[in-house]
């Protein structure tokens, strides 16, 4: 199958493991393109594209136009601290009001759960989910999740992925073990049992509380920044003791008995979840993940815009 | 499905060799020249030619594999999104001499794609085709191949297919309609 089982890309749990390896395969070739000294293809030289972002960011809608002006996709932006949203103007209007000016494809990021999906419901055009307050950031996880098949290869039977950190309001972290464990990955989940969902187990997903233990498990440990904007309660004492904890430093992957690789969706703070000599170390494989990135995002406009028919 | 044959393996070999003698008589060393085949059915030509003129010039000759995919004129107007093979070009083709190599040519839409893809890597100096096999009267852009090992005249719902040796298990070029 050369075409994507869904309409829209708003959550991995929506996707099948052929969509994935499809999207991974398609990244492939891009990686290459965005490697070559001249960046640009083509293919989308018809498609107009709307980057709404209703949430502040900066890697992913850089990423995102970065991935756009590659394909030749002509682009606008939108950032809703300076729209007529400040204005009551609804997101279903807001966004009406941008298609009428013709656009083929909407790349959304919103505060709230569901807003992909809500959206892509009701609109004539492709939407693509940049994350949607603490429920799914699918791009995020396949970047993540190609990375980790470009560092151990692509079975992902037996490899053990630990996520670490703010698991409660971490859309990364759920897009992450959707995505693995279609995959065939192992996924644990380590934090303070406060930023740990109740019930999570459910999701086929192991817990745990001790960061050692959880390194010494894993192949793979991927640090979560700590989402203060978030949390309208205090969920642990205090940064510093968060970091005492938690916080991945070099003493504690040197300790380890092997080398595992060490991932983080940015933006880092430095000094809390990851220290600075880890996430500059050879086994930190951050900036990898961000030029993965813009393959990866290619991959999936290219995909989804095959399906739009003229 | 009927097919017919309209070149056998001992026909095969001597248009091959026919093809590796014309390139040599053009580009001599091979110097400033590179063969770059399309992927995925030109790379087998390529494959072939270079192994006969290595051979006889006794050197080796930069190749390449372009996959143009990305810059085809019928993206979205398929029922299926088309999987890239592979490119593979490790050098930079400005001021060189390129051998643009497929196995069939038709309406000339692959090979305009390839000339758009292939100026990522640079400005040649000088661009030739060479097709295995020129279906001529069925061009729907104004391209012409510089070395052709057939010509065959078809109908439009004719398949023409080259098949070799090392994927097919014979080499030898059929004719059949389209199912």
């Not at chain 1, 004539?124 to 699918?138: F, I, Q, R, W």
């Not at chain 2, 020249?33 to 270079?50: A, D, E, M, S």
């Not at chain 2, 003129?53 to 085809?72: H, S």
């Amino acid at each position: 199958m050369n075409n994507l089982s869904v309409e829209h890309l708003t959550g991995i749990k929506d996707l099948t493991k052929n969509d994935i390896e499809l999207i991974f395969k398609t990244a492939d070739s891009f990686k290459d393109v965005i490697n070559r000294p001249i960046k640009k293809v083509p293919s989308l030289r018809d498609i107009t594209i709307a980057n709404l972002f209703f949430e502040n960011s900066t890697r992913t809608r850089l990423s995102f136009e970065l991935a756009e002006k590659r394909l030749s996709a002509d682009v606008i932006n939108f950032s809703a601290a300076n729209s007529s949203v400040k204005k009551g103007e609804t997101l279903i209007d807001t966004v009406n009001n941008i298609l009428a000016m013709k656009v083929d494809l909407v790349v959304m990021r919103h505060p709230n759960p569901g807003a992909a999906k809500f959206l892509s419901e009701r609109i004539d055009a492709k939407v693509v989910n940049a994350g949607d307050g603490t429920h799914e950031h699918p791009t995020q996880a396949l970047l993540d999740a190609y990375s980790i098949r470009e560092q151990l290869g692509p079975d992902f039977k037996g490899k053990k992925v630990v996520i670490v950190g703010d698991i409660r309001h971490s859309r990364v972290a759920l897009s992450n073990i959707y995505c693995l464990q279609k995959l065939g990955a192992e996924v644990m989940v380590c934090g303070p049992t406060t930023l740990i969902p109740k019930h999570i187990e459910e999701l086929g997903v192991l817990v745990e509380h001790d960061l050692k233990k959880a390194l010494a498990w894993c192949d793979v440990a991927n640090m979560l920044r700590i989402q203060l904007e978030r949390q309208d309660i205090q969920f642990f004492p205090s940064l510093r003791e968060y970091s005492m904890l938690f916080g991945l430093t070099k003493e504690i992957l040197d300790s380890l008995d092997k080398k595992i690789v060490v991932m983080h969706p940015g933006p880092i703070n430095r000094g809390v979840e990851i220290s600075s000599d880890v996430a500059d170390s050879d086994q930190s494989i951050i900036l990898q993940q961000v030029e993965n990135g813009v393959a990866i995002r290619m991959a999936v406009i290219y995909l989804l815009a095959a399906q739009i028919s003229r | 499905m009927d097919k017919r044959t309209i070149l056998n393996s001992k026909h095969f070999e001597i248009t091959l060799n026919r093809l590796a003698s014309q390139l040599k008589e053009n580009h001599q060393s091979f110097e400033n020249t590179v063969l770059i085949g399309l992927q995925p059915r030109g790379i087998h030509v390529l494959n072939r030619l270079k192994k006969i003129l290595e051979k006889d010039l006794n050197t080796t000759i930069k190749c390449g594999q372009l996959d143009i995919t990305f810059y085809r004129d019928d993206f979205r107007r398929r029922e299926q999104p088309i999987i890239p093979s592979v490119t593979n070009i490790d050098f930079i083709i400005e001021n060189k001499n390129v051998v643009l190599i497929d196995d069939v040519l038709f309406s000339g839409r692959t090979i305009r794609s390839g000339l758009d893809a292939l100026l990522a890597f640079g400005r040649p100096k000088r661009v030739e085709l060479l097709t295995f096999i020129d279906r001529r009267f069925e061009r729907h852009l104004p391209i012409q191949p510089d070395y052709t090992g057939k010509t065959v005249d078809t109908l439009s719902s004719q398949r023409v297919s080259v098949e070799w040796q090392e994927v097919e298990g014979e080499d030898k070029v059929v004719l059949f309609e389209e199912a």
